[in-house]
């Protein structure tokens, strides 16, 4: 019986008394019987509550057993000397271990939210993101490949890719990562001079700076995944990256952030890049005070002169290598 029920039937009981008080002493068996029912119910309550007491305590301790379960592997994963990473289907971290991390040479904290094609080496970029759209009709792969971790040469990894649906119903990919004795050739890398293999995308570690340790970059663009990427490639190097989605956003940062560069998408719905800029160039001339800036831009060159003109320094394909970004942030910031 419900509580709403349980009062109804209080309420009938109170009427009965009422009732019975005006009629003969004889008829005062009715309450007699009436209190015997209410008794009974009372108890058949109390099981109930106990029973419900018992039922609860089960699911705190199962809860309890659940989450030491689950504190127990994650600190599996955590300590593996294997390096673990799970990523979206898209290629972005959701979770990795602290080998991976020591393994690329980046802080754990920067890798989450990260696309992992930035620590695949730029050559072989383009079969990555071949074999991870791949990757979604097929349980277990082995991928072999040259990671980049920070500031250090091509590593030679073989990467065990398990597809799985997370409980939401989405895709994830759980990958182990381990390394190789050699880099991994091209077919063609035998007949490659240094000059070739440059082109094909192996940087040398002193064509970039060392560290960029303590400069501030504001990056301005309304697609998330571009703010995501650029974020990726310069926090690996020390920056501080404040991303923002619009002109407005922007221009609210600049006094706030200080940066030392600003790195801005052309083409925006409301105010654009354009507009940014020469509002930024304005305030600055009653102001004082200078910040660089760089456009960034999904066309090739129609934009170029139309941004330098309008105030920006320099101009960069959205396509560009992670490196000529760096490269471009660098110089734009005299660290060069």
């Given at each position: 019986?419900?509580?709403?029920?349980?009062?109804?039937?209080?309420?009938?009981?109170?009427?009965?008394?009422?009732?019975?008080?005006?009629?003969?002493?004889?008829?005062?068996?009715?309450?007699?019987?009436?209190?015997?029912?209410?008794?009974?119910?009372?108890?058949?309550?109390?099981?109930?509550?106990?029973?419900?007491?018992?039922?609860?305590?089960?699911?705190?301790?199962?809860?309890?057993?659940?989450?030491?379960?689950?504190?127990?592997?994650?600190?599996?994963f955590q300590t593996?000397?294997?390096?673990?990473?799970?990523?979206?289907?898209?290629?972005?971290?959701?979770?990795?271990?602290?080998?991976?991390?020591?393994?690329?040479?980046?802080?754990?904290?920067?890798?989450?939210?990260?696309?992992?094609?930035?620590?695949?080496?730029?050559?072989?970029?383009?079969?990555?993101?071949?074999?991870?759209?791949?990757?979604?009709?097929?349980?277990?792969?082995?991928?072999?490949?040259?990671?980049?971790?920070?500031?250090?040469?091509?590593?030679?990894?073989?990467?065990?890719?398990?597809?799985?649906?997370?409980?939401?119903?989405?895709?994830?990919?759980?990958?182990?990562?381990?390394?190789?004795?050699?880099?991994?050739?091209?077919?063609?890398?035998?007949?490659?001079?240094?000059?070739?293999?440059?082109?094909?995308?192996?940087?040398?570690?002193?064509?970039?700076?060392?560290?960029?340790?303590?400069?501030?970059?504001?990056?301005?663009?309304?697609?998330?995944?571009?703010?995501?990427f650029i974020t990726?490639?310069?926090?690996?190097?020390?920056?501080?990256?404040?991303?923002?989605?619009?002109?407005?956003?922007?221009?609210?940062?600049?006094?706030?952030?200080?940066?030392?560069?600003?790195?801005?998408?052309?083409?925006?719905?409301?105010?654009?890049?354009?507009?940014?800029?020469?509002?930024?160039?304005?305030?600055?001339?009653?102001?004082?005070?200078?910040?660089?800036?760089?456009?960034?831009?999904?066309?090739?060159?129609?934009?170029?002169?139309?941004?330098?003109?309008?105030?920006?320094?320099?101009?960069?394909?959205?396509?560009?290598?992670?490196?000529?970004?760096?490269?471009?942030?660098?110089?734009?910031?005299?660290?060069?």
């Open positions: 019986m419900s509580s709403k029920q349980f009062r109804q039937y209080i309420r009938t009981i109170q009427k009965q008394i009422a009732q019975l008080k005006e009629e003969p002493a004889s008829d005062w068996s009715e309450i007699a019987e009436a209190l015997d029912g209410l008794q009974l119910i009372h108890e058949e309550m109390q099981t109930n509550l106990e029973a419900a007491e018992v039922v609860e305590q089960t699911l705190l301790q199962q809860n309890q057993q659940i989450a030491a379960a689950y504190q127990y592997y994650y600190n599996l593996s000397p294997i390096a673990y990473l799970v990523t979206d289907a898209n290629g972005l971290i959701l979770e990795a271990n602290q080998a991976i991390a020591q393994l690329l040479k980046v802080p754990q904290r920067y890798l989450l939210g990260k696309p992992l094609a930035v620590y695949v080496a730029e050559g072989e970029r383009r079969d990555f993101y071949t074999k991870l759209n791949r990757s979604q009709n097929s349980d277990i792969q082995v991928w072999q490949m040259n990671f980049c971790p920070r500031e250090d040469a091509l590593l030679a990894v073989e990467l065990y890719v398990s597809t799985v649906r997370s409980d939401a119903g989405s895709i994830e990919l759980r990958i182990a990562v381990y390394t190789r004795i050699q880099p991994q050739e091209t077919t063609r890398s035998q007949h490659l001079n240094p000059e070739a293999i440059q082109a094909e995308g192996t940087i040398l570690k002193s064509q970039l700076p060392q560290s960029l340790d303590g400069l501030r970059v504001l990056v301005v663009d309304d697609e998330p995944d571009v703010r995501e990726a490639i310069l926090e690996p190097y020390g920056i501080g990256v404040r991303a923002v989605a619009s002109a407005a956003a922007a221009l609210e940062e600049l006094e706030q952030f200080h940066p030392d560069v600003l790195v801005s998408d052309i083409r925006m719905p409301g105010e654009d890049g354009y507009s940014l800029i020469q509002r930024i160039r304005a305030w600055e001339a009653l102001q004082g005070g200078h910040i660089p800036a760089a456009a960034i831009t999904a066309y090739l060159d129609e934009d170029r002169e139309k941004a330098l003109s309008a105030g920006f320094e320099a101009h960069l394909h959205k396509l560009a290598q992670p490196t000529d970004l760096i490269k471009m942030v660098a110089q734009l910031a005299g660290r060069t």
